[in-house]
């Protein structure tokens, strides 16, 4: 689980680094991609979610809380928490779509109960 967590945190922080998306002619941005809708300058999911890793992420997020809802938890928050909100997202999503019942919360029991035996 934290391979992906690391994955998906190394994913967005190049596409930060390496600009986002948005109407620069590169084409959408994983999220737009999955969503089959154009990706808009200052699209608030294309600094977080890259054309090519970036739509099976997303395909997750989307899943568990929605493309609307997910806009507007980032909305929400000021532009330095967004990576790791979005970071905190994804763990969640790809722990509820594995344990729809428990989600990341059945894996720290599991994690508890090794080190405790």
Do not use: W
């Not at 109407?23 to 154009?38: D, H, I, N, T, V």
């Not at 994804?90 to 599991?110: I, K, N, Q």
């Amino acid at each position: 689980m934290t391979i992906l967590v690391h994955r998906l945190r190394y994913m967005m922080t190049t596409n930060l680094n390496g600009g986002g998306r948005g109407g620069g002619g590169e084409g959408p941005c994983g999220a737009c991609k999955f969503l089959r809708r154009k990706c808009v300058r200052g699209c608030v999911f294309a600094p977080y979610f890259d054309a090519e890793q970036g739509t099976a992420s997303f395909a997750a997020i989307h899943k568990v809380f929605g493309a609307s809802n997910t806009s507007k938890m980032l909305l929400r928050l000021p532009l330095h928490k967004r990576l790791d909100a979005v970071a905190t997202l994804g763990y969640e999503a790809l722990a509820r779509v594995r344990d729809p019942v428990y989600g990341c919360v059945g894996h720290l029991f599991s994690l508890q109960h090794q080190v405790l035996y």
